[in-house]
């Protein structure tokens, strides 16, 4: 299963750059894993960028985590 991350903008929207990064499953990409509705034009990113200091929702991450345990090459996979 494929996944992306989408930004979580707060309440000066896109000006204010984004708030928080979610993960979605690129089959449902307006629904974060935690539940959050995403915005259709929120920016996105690849699951590559997740745990690279993004800020990023704690509750997406978990649940990421469990889904795609290990980044494919990781030598401890």
Not at 21 to 30: F, M, S, Y
Not at 51 to 66: D, I, P, V
Request: glycine share 14%.
């Amino acid at each position: 299963m494929s996944h992306q991350l989408r930004a979580e903008y707060g309440p000066a929207g896109r000006g204010g750059g984004v708030k928080m990064w979610h993960v979605v499953r690129n089959t449902d990409g307006l629904v974060a894993m935690c539940g959050r509705e995403i915005e259709a034009d929120a920016e996105a990113q690849s699951e590559e960028a997740w745990g690279t200091g993004l800020r990023a929702c704690q509750q997406c991450g978990s649940l990421y985590m469990h889904e795609v345990p290990h980044f494919p090459g990781d030598p401890h996979r």
